[in-house]
């Protein structure tokens, strides 16, 4: 089955990049946990926004599925909450929208589910179009693919409809359970049909690596290891685990972002350049970047990744408490809330280049970054008075909270002195363009209905990443690591910055 181009439409790519030809066919997406946190923060308010911008058609509806005991009329005022001010046509999807309560190991919810999507899609004249979207938690993904399955919804009612599954992270805790949970999907859906979500990917900086580097002379030349220093990926949360340490317990930093977000974000980075600007093309080069990865021995475990976790300290200001002090949180945790790590990429273009990842929560601030740093000049001819603190050139995509891309270069500072600093070529989305850059969930929500994998996460991604993070886990598990504390509101451990020191490179200061 071909995978649909990037520029999204039926005709050509590059004469259909306008958003406005990029629309939801009529149909209908399910929303399974629709009770929950994400429905309400996240996915209906994206639903809302696609439906004012004109992105959503007249046959359209919304379903709810959860546990909770809702009525009709109570899933839709959970929608209006959701959405306090709309635009004209989501009163009209919110007045066909459906709910169905049940537990989802129940066969007659699946069932009920059933009969409530062909009655709504005679109703709205939808041509059995569905989106499944699992915002459940991650232990009944089986239960509920399985459901789907077991009621026929997994699939096309009609001929020429489409059924998708969208899942959320997390694929699995490691790589055995990830490779049952693939399994177990596929007893029910075919690869074609899974739509693995990370909402990253949606982010427009992460996108606009693509263009960056692909439509721009200047820097494609760049992109390698003839140029680039070192690469640095910064995922840094100035938060807490607020009310999730229940979540974060089971979890930690590695499995939270590194496996997922960052391997992502670097993949799409590092990647060679696709032969087509298509889902195959991209993904095919994002899977053979995450296949150079060099695995980690234990040994390079121990020495090469360094694993934290906050103490008290000060957050902008306010006294805040130790992980440990935290709700729902284990006193003797040994959960890590800091992850810093140096990777290596072994193929022709980025051998010798030192990946450097940190991620964390309790730091200064919320950023997202990916810095690559150039090689230093051959020979400096000025003086130290004239370069004083000259840093090496860098190209910074920020992908949060300010979506950007900056270059750092010298350039002499005005006056009658020869005097050289670092100066700032700032790019942000928020002033270089008029319209207002969509939302994650809305693009990637758009994506799966239109049917374009591009921004989503194939099977064998997922593989191949948990294959680079499980013999940390593995070494975590069958070894004493030491879990390293750092004061919150600092920029983790020094341990962490040991790890780049004693390579003569140092962590930027986003």
Do not use: C
């Amino acid at each position: 089955m071909s995978e649909t181009p990037l520029s999204f439409g039926d005709g050509n790519p590059l004469e259909e990049g306008l958003e406005s030809t990029r629309k939801a066919p009529p149909g209908v997406i399910v929303v399974m946990g629709a009770s929950g946190d994400l429905t309400s923060r996240k996915l209906l308010p994206a639903l809302e926004r696609l439906s004012s911008r004109g992105l959503l058609p007249q046959a359209f509806a919304v379903v709810g599925v959860a546990r909770t005991q809702l009525d009709d009329e109570g899933f839709r005022q959970l929608m209006i909450k959701a959405a306090p001010d709309p635009g004209p046509g989501w009163s009209e999807i919110v007045k066909h929208s459906r709910y169905v309560s049940g537990d989802y190991v129940d066969e007659a919810t699946f069932a009920a589910l059933r009969t409530t999507l062909e009655d709504l899609e005679s109703e709205i004249g939808a041509p059995g179009n569905r989106t499944f979207y699992l915002a459940t938690v991650p232990a009944v993904f089986e239960e509920v693919a399985a459901g789907l399955g077991s009621a026929g919804l997994n699939k096309p009612a009609k001929d020429g409809a489409a059924v998708r599954l969208v899942i959320e992270k997390p694929f699995g805790r490691d790589l055995e359970s990830a490779r049952h949970l693939d399994t177990a999907l596929h007893k029910h859906f075919e690869e074609s049909q899974i739509y693995r979500i990370d909402h990253y990917m949606g982010k427009e900086t992460v996108q606009n690596v693509l263009a960056l580097r692909f439509a721009n002379a200047i820097f494609e030349p760049l992109w390698s290891r003839s140029f680039i220093d070192h690469v640095q990926v910064t995922v840094a949360e100035s938060l807490g685990v607020e009310k999730r340490g229940g979540f974060y317990e089971t979890a930690g930093a590695l499995r939270d972002i590194v496996q997922n977000h960052v391997m992502q974000v670097l993949s799409l980075t590092l990647m060679e350049p696709p032969g087509t600007i298509d889902a195959q093309g991209i993904r095919d080069e994002k899977m053979k970047v995450l296949r150079s990865v060099v695995v980690p021995t234990r040994e390079q475990v121990m020495s090469d990744v360094v694993r934290g976790q906050y103490d008290s300290g000060w957050s902008e200001g306010v006294a805040v408490p130790a992980y440990r002090q935290e709700q729902d949180v284990n006193p003797s945790s040994q959960t890590e809330t800091y992850v810093a790590m140096r990777l290596h990429v072994d193929n022709w273009r980025w051998a010798g280049v030192p990946i450097y990842i940190r991620t964390g929560k309790r730091l200064p601030r919320r950023v997202t970054e990916v810095a690559m740093q150039f090689q230093n000049v051959p020979h400096l001819a000025f003086n130290a008075a004239e370069s004083r603190d000259l840093k090496p050139n860098a190209l910074v995509l920020r992908i949060q909270p300010d979506e950007g891309v900056a270059v750092r270069f010298g350039a002499k500072v005005p006056g009658q002195a020869f005097q050289v600093r670092d100066v700032l070529m700032d790019m942000s989305y928020g002033t270089s363009f008029l319209e207002e850059a969509p939302e994650a969930y809305e693009r990637l929500l758009l994506d799966a209905m239109v049917g374009d994998p591009t921004l989503f996460i194939r099977s064998d991604e997922v593989d191949q990443a948990w294959q680079i993070v499980d013999p940390i886990l593995e070494t975590w598990g069958d070894t004493s690591a030491p879990l390293a504390g750092y004061a919150a509101g600092t920029w983790g451990p020094r341990q962490a910055d040991a790890l780049i020191q004693r390579d003569g490179r140092q962590w930027r200061t986003p």
